[in-house]
């Protein structure tokens, strides 16, 4: 037995209702999966950028949109803050004036809204829709930007379909998203990320997606090297409230990243009545407004946990990972934390810190991969 | 000894919590089962809105003997659900739930619209009085008589049915499967906030 929707086979998923045999996988999903407009529509195509692409973006561009031309799937690796978006829009604009339908599938909602403003500057003449928990009045459009758990609504729908960080959660590991990405997309699919797990990589190596390497940011500068300090719990309060008072008398941005909501609010408290701070976690509401507001400068500290871990962008933000041996963060997660260091043109330092209450492989690994992309 | 015919883990067992809630504002004893919150919240409303029927025995069974005792000899009426949700799900939320008990169920009222309790402020939800009616003429009722709903909000839906059965019935009661969490006194539950988080306390 196989579910056309998620693809699963495991016979312990299925189960005999009142109606007959249905998927337990993906029944969260339901059963009303929108029927798209699928008649070929052929638009105009161009876009225009904010910045002109340096010349290694325009290579890798280049390629992509020749790799998408001929069929094949790619994973796009560029570093934080490389261009991941730009270096794709080539290739959709091909797609597009082949008349193709292309989707841009991402793991986190509030990417999807930024990434579906970009591409709608971008592609002035097309209707981009964002797709995501909020947004589903619309589903249908020239480009779809959505949620990987909104994928179910276009089965065998997508001639390219973009991938943005595969390796972030929810994504990451769930095969019931996997087999909907899978089923979406009737062409092929590029992978965008700065850490591929091990899955893409087995992809690449068996010659099954072509992999493009990016390891510079558009100014040139390089990636900020996280620094990690190690000792008890104690010694890490001293350490890091001595590095955030530094960062505030700067009159820097900061964001504190802390593994639990727990630790979240209670850090939060403790900072407040001495700096401007705010709180945001998955249960916050109002998310949105409250990044805007850190963005604009309303508050001076940001304590978060992981759900600013990517697509953020904060002008001279530097960042401290409380607990950064925490089982929660991963390699990818601590180097996607550093990546939002220095991200902007106009100011690209700033500092990372890491507090360890142990030495652990996965923080020396993310020190050496952002040392080796540098020194690339 | 060593095997269970539990239909969840022993892990999921533990975090659908069993807190029962006495509901006395009613006018007649109310029972609730689960606080209407995170598991148990999630489970019932992919049960009710998803159609996963597998998770309808879990909530109950580990009481059911003791449900099947306490009310051998009673009438079960079930709150009725709108014919529209009926057609779409294929199944009775609350006759599911009720299964693992074995009991006879008796439908004595129905919707008469396809309104949706759900979808209303928690202020409107009284207006749930106005589309909920007797199923036909009543049978002479000489047994205690056991209101049943899956969730329990504002508790108008029970009441409505109450009203409808108290001058027929020699004695009337309800049992909610999840009840609200505003069931519970505002000061305990924020020394649960404080003292207790449970479940997942990632970000």
């Keep these: ?376 | 000894m060593f095997f269970t015919t539990d239909v969840l883990c022993q892990r999921c067992r533990q975090r659908l919590a069993l807190r029962p809630q006495r509901i006395v504002r009613l006018g007649f004893p109310v029972t609730g089962l689960y606080m209407y919150q995170g598991l148990a919240r999630d489970m019932v409303l992919r049960l009710k809105e998803r159609g996963d029927e597998a998770l309808a025995p879990a909530p109950l069974w580990p009481l059911a003997h003791r449900l099947a005792r306490m009310y051998r000899g009673w009438m079960i009426v079930p709150m009725p659900s709108s014919r529209q949700a009926e057609e779409r799900r294929g199944f009775d939320p609350v006759a599911e739930l009720w299964a693992p008990v074995g009991l006879p169920l008796t439908p004595l009222l129905i919707k008469t619209d396809d309104y949706v309790q759900k979808d209303q402020p928690l202020a409107r939800r009284g207006d749930i009085a106005g589309h909920i009616a007797l199923a036909g003429p009543l049978p002479a009722i000489d047994r205690p008589v056991l209101l049943v709903d899956d969730i329990m909000t504002s508790g108008a839906t029970m009441a409505r049915g109450a009203a409808l059965l108290r001058d027929h019935a020699p004695r009337l009661a309800g049992l909610a499967v999840a009840y609200s969490r505003l069931e519970v006194p505002a000061w305990w539950r924020r020394a649960e906030r404080l003292f207790w988080w449970g479940g997942d306390d990632d970000g």
């Excluded at chain 1, 794709?88 to 193709?100: F, I, N, P, T, Y």
């Design chain 1, 1 to 376: 037995m196989r579910c056309p929707r998620c693809g699963n086979t495991d016979p312990r998923w299925f189960y005999h209702g009142s109606q007959g045999w249905y998927c337990r996988k993906c029944v969260a999903y339901g059963n009303r999966a929108a029927e798209p407009d699928d008649q070929m529509r052929l638009v105009d195509p161009e876009y225009h950028l904010p910045f002109e692409l340096t010349p290694a973006q325009k290579q890798v561009s280049d390629r992509l949109a020749e790799l998408s031309r001929k069929g094949r799937g790619v994973l796009l690796q560029a570093v934080c803050g490389a261009g991941k978006t730009e270096l794709v829009m080539a290739a959709v604009s091909a797609a597009l004036a082949r008349g193709e339908h292309v989707g841009f599938a991402i793991a986190r909602r509030q990417v999807v809204l930024e990434i579906a403003q970009r591409l709608t500057q971008a592609f002035s003449g097309l209707t981009v829709v964002a797709v995501c928990q909020g947004h589903t009045e619309r589903t249908a459009g020239d480009i779809v930007v959505c949620t990987t758990h909104q994928l179910f609504r276009y089965p065998g729908y997508f001639d390219l379909l973009i991938i943005d960080e595969p390796d972030a959660f929810p994504y990451k590991d769930d095969e019931v998203l996997h087999g909907l990405a899978a089923a979406s997309c009737r062409g092929r699919t590029v992978y965008l990320t700065a850490t591929p797990d091990g899955q893409l990589l087995e992809e690449v190596r068996r010659r099954r997606l072509v992999r493009l390497y990016l390891g510079r940011r558009p100014h040139g500068h390089p990636l900020c090297v996280p620094r990690a300090c190690y000792g008890p719990p104690p010694w890490l309060w001293v350490r890091g409230l001595a590095w955030l008072t530094a960062m505030t008398r700067r009159r820097r941005p900061v964001m504190v990243f802390v593994p639990s909501r727990r630790l979240g609010w209670i850090i939060y408290l403790l900072v407040k009545p001495f700096t401007a701070a705010c709180h945001l976690d998955s249960t916050t509401a109002g998310k949105d407004e409250v990044i805007a507001g850190f963005k604009a400068g309303r508050w001076r500290v940001c304590v978060c946990t992981s759900v600013l871990e990517r697509g953020v962008t904060i002008p001279g933000v530097s960042v401290m990972v409380v607990e950064a041996d925490h089982p929660v963060y991963d390699q990818a997660a601590l180097v996607q934390i550093s990546g939002r260091v220095g991200r902007a043109a106009s100011q690209p330092d700033g500092d990372c810190l890491l507090l360890c209450r142990q030495r652990m492989e996965k923080i020396d690994a993310c020190i050496a991969d952002i040392t080796a992309a540098n020194a690339a």
